[in-house]
C-alpha cells in the first residue's frame, strides 16, 4: 500500500465500477469520498464499502443525487480528482429518454460546476460506455474514439437499454464540451461490457449479460453478436492511470477482448462443461445487431497495459456469482 495521495471523489460509489473503483483508490493510498443517493428509509447496504481495507481511515460516504446537483459540492470540495461513475440506469425504458438524459445531463453539468468552483480539482475523468461510440451508424469493422452514436441510429437500432444509450451518448457531449468551454480538464473513459467479480451486493447488469449462456437467459443472446468485453479491474486501473496520467486528454476506449456469439458458446462449453451451454445450431437462429470492434490503441499507446484476460473475466464472475448465490 502506498502513501497518502490526497483525496478524490467517486460518485455512485455503490455500483460495480464505482465500489471496485474505490477498493482500488484505497489501496493506492488516496483518501476518498464517495457519494450515494439519500437512503430515508436505510435499505441501501454500504458494509461492503466500509469494511474494505483501510476504509476506516480513508473513506467518507456522502449523500448525493444527479437531481440536486448542487449535493456534489460537499464532497468534490478539496478534492484533487473527481471521477464521474454515477449514471441513471434504466435497462427497462421506464421512463422517458428524454427524462433520464435531462436528469443525467443536468446533475453532470452540476458535478463539473462544483469541480470548477472547488479550485482544488486538477482533473476529471467522467465513465462514459461503448455504447456511445457503437452506433454511429457507419459501417466499419473497428471503431476509435472519433466515432459518436447517433441518436437516429440508437432510435432506429433499439439496443438493450435503449434510453441508457440515447443519455450516456449526450451526456458525454456535454461533459466534453463544458471542459473545453471553461478550461476544467476533462478525460472521459469508454469502458465496453465490464465482466469479472464483483464486490457490490446487486447482480451488476453487464456480467448478467454477458453469462447469458450460462444463466439459460435466451432473451439476452440477440445482444451478443459481436461483444466487447475489459475485466472489471482493468477498468479500475485505466480511471487510476487517466487521473494520474499528465499527457491523459480527450475520450479513451477500455476494451481488452471480443467475442461472437459462436466463439463464446465454444469457449464456455470448452472450459466449462459442468453448465449446459446452447449449441452453435441453436444459435444460428439468433437475430440481433452486430456492433463493431473497438480500439484500445490510443490508451495502450499512452502506456495503459491490460492485465486480464478472457479466461480470468469469465473464471472470476462465475466464482463470484456462485458466492453471491446468483448461480
Known amino acids: ?9 467517486v460518485t ?8 471496485w473503483l ?4 484505497l489501496d493506492q493510498g488516496y483518501h476518498v469520498r464517495t457519494t450515494v443517493r439519500s437512503d430515508p428509509e436505510h435499505k441501501k447496504d454500504t458494509g461492503f464499502l466500509t469494511s474494505l481495507p483501510g476504509a476506516s481511515e480513508k473513506l467518507q460516504i456522502f449523500n448525493a443525487d444527479l437531481s440536486d446537483a448542487e449535493s456534489f459540492n460537499a464532497p468534490i470540495e478539496g478534492c484533487i480528482g473527481v471521477l464521474h461513475v454515477a449514471t441513471p440506469v ?8 428524454d427524462i433520464v438524459t435531462k436528469r443525467s445531463i443536468n446533475g453532470a453539468l452540476g458535478i463539473l460546476k462544483a469541480c470548477l468552483n472547488s479550485k482544488t480539482v486538477k482533473r476529471v475523468v467522467y465513465t462514459s460506455s461503448a ?5 454511429s451508424g457507419n459501417d466499419e469493422d473497428e471503431m476509435d474514439e472519433s466515432f459518436w452514436s447517433e441518436v437516429d441510429t440508437i432510435k432506429a ?3 438493450l437499454g435503449g434510453s441508457y444509450v440515447y443519455s450516456k451518448t449526450l451526456t458525454e457531449r456535454a461533459v466534453v464540451e463544458f471542459g473545453e468551454k471553461h478550461g476544467l480538464d476533462v478525460v472521459t473513459i469508454i469502458p465496453s461490457f465490464v465482466v469479472g467479480p464483483f464486490i457490490c451486493p446487486k447482480f451488476p447488469s453487464s456480467v448478467r449479460t454477458t453469462l447469458a449462456m450460462i444463466l439459460g ?7 451478443l453478436m459481436n461483444t466487447p468485453m475489459v475485466h472489471v479491474d482493468d477498468v479500475a486501473r485505466a480511471h487510476i492511470f487517466l487521473l494520474e496520467c499528465s499527457t491523459a486528454e480527450g475520450r479513451y476506449i477500455c476494451s481488452s477482448e471480443i467475442m461472437t ?9 470448452e472450459r466449462y462443461p459442468e453448465f449446459q451451454i446452447p449449441t452453435l445450431n441453436y444459435l444460428k437462429e439468433i437475430r440481433g445487431y452486430k456492433t463493431a470492434g473497438l480500439s484500445s490503441k490510443k490508451l495502450l499507446d499512452s502506456g495503459f497495459k491490460y492485465k486480464y484476460g478472457l479466461n480470468e473475466m469469465f473464471d472470476e464472475a462465475i466464482q463470484c456469482c456462485k458466492e453471491m448465490g446468483f448461480l
Open 131 to 135: 455504447s456511445t461510440v457503437l452506433y
Open 1 to 9: 500500500m502506498e502513501g497518502h495521495k490526497g483525496a478524490v471523489c
Open 261 to 269: 456469439l459462436e466463439r463464446m458458446s465454444e469457449f464456455l462449453s
Open 157 to 159: 437500432i433499439k439496443p
Open 90 to 97: 434504466d435497462f427497462e425504458d421506464k421512463e422517458p429518454e
Open 217 to 223: 437467459d435466451n432473451d439476452q443472446y440477440k445482444y
Open 12 to 19: 455512485g460509489g455503490t455500483g460495480y465500477i464505482g465500489s
Open 22 to 25: 474505490i477498493m482500488r483508490l
